[in-house]
């Protein structure tokens, strides 16, 4: 990689990357990787009642599909759900609860 003009002191010497760069061989695949791991990290502590009126907890997560590997699914208990899916660069996101995606929005921020 050549640096651009005006790199001053540096502009002699050879820079490692420590990440890939948008247009490298390794870039698209280093960020599917990162965007699946931070999808597959975002959980949900859910509580519920069962059908005997009982209390229960349930942590609820994405799960990619074993159809398609560019697609998350993610459904718990109240039938909140939400649904990713990214091709390249495209993103198409579905939900049924605003506040469920805000919370998903700002795990994904953090990054």
Do not use: W
Not at 19 to 44: D, H, N, P, T, V
Not at 104 to 109: A, G
Request: aromatic share 12%.
């Amino acid at each position: 990689m050549r640096l651009p003009q005006g790199a001053g002191e540096y502009s002699n010497k050879i820079l490692r990357l420590t990440r890939s760069i948008y247009g490298l061989r390794g870039a698209s695949k280093a960020f599917m990787k990162q965007l699946g791991s931070e999808i597959e990290g975002f959980s949900e502590k859910v509580e519920f009642k069962d059908a005997n009126g009982k209390i229960k907890v349930q942590y609820v997560s994405f799960e990619r599909l074993v159809t398609d590997q560019c697609i998350y699914r993610y459904q718990d208990a109240r039938g909140r759900e939400m649904i990713f899916a990214n091709y390249v660069d495209d993103i198409i996101f579905c939900t049924t609860d605003l506040e469920l995606r805000e919370r998903f929005f700002n795990h994904l921020r953090k990054t």
